[in-house]
């Protein structure tokens, strides 16, 4: 993939998404989330945090046009019969029908029957289009590729952590991903909460990464169809876009990309670890 500009495919869903996706955890201001669909970037993500500006942001964006932008919702309940109440009261506040994306947070290991099919309930009504589901158990996601490929999974859509300080996905997820039944990959963490980007936590004589570079660094990979961005405001979006014009790194941006994620990944904890962490995280 050459241009990160154009939109793609969403794994099996029909929805074509940018390669930027916004979060919305540190959101307070809607105006620059609208600009930036204005920009191009059509992947909303309404998640952990669910902030009213954010909201705001989707009410607004749909009524302009409702088709042309991907809305994500994220449940982190495990009780199955909140989770129906919770996707209403979301839908109220962003003044639309359905989500396209339903996504269960965090599940490490499988969610339970019930949560699947409270789930899938929702889908059923028309409340939300297709399933995902994140994870820090990176291993795991090989037995799900395996029943998306049988046709057995619920969901259509994976998210997971990968960035140039953590990038076990290359040993544990991408390479089980078959050609003839891919689903959609989206990574999260590009600057590893801001430690990529911290000049005190840099190799000596090293310059800190510009925080487009991070997500071009998980972008360029082949198997990540998006990359997630929680911008606090319209500098941190704005430079986000940036990835976009600036496409894929070079084999020198890269590895240089690569000698710093190493340094920084042996020098300092992660805020929490992935399952497959006991394994030398950047081992190739």
Known sequence: MTDFRTPVPFGQTGLQVSRLGIGSSFTRDSAFIEEAVDQGVNYLYWGSIRRPAFGRAIKNVALKNREGVVLTVQSYTRVAALMAPSIEIALRRAGI???DVLLLGKWNAPPSQALIDAAQRLKDAGKVHHLMISTHNRPSLQEHFRRFEAKESPFDAFMLRYNAANRGAERDVFPYLKASARPGIVSYTATRW????DPSKMPAGQPAPLARDCY????SHPDVNMVL?????REQMQEAIRALDA?????????HLERIGDHVSAKYKPQFNDGGDDVEENEN
């Open 97 to 99: 029908e359905y989500f």
């Open 229 to 233: 961005c929680a911008p606090a405001n």
């Open 247 to 255: 496409g894929p790194l070079d084999a020198e941006e890269k590895a």
């Open 194 to 197: 801001g430690q990529l980007l």
């Open 216 to 219: 071009r660094f998980a972008l």
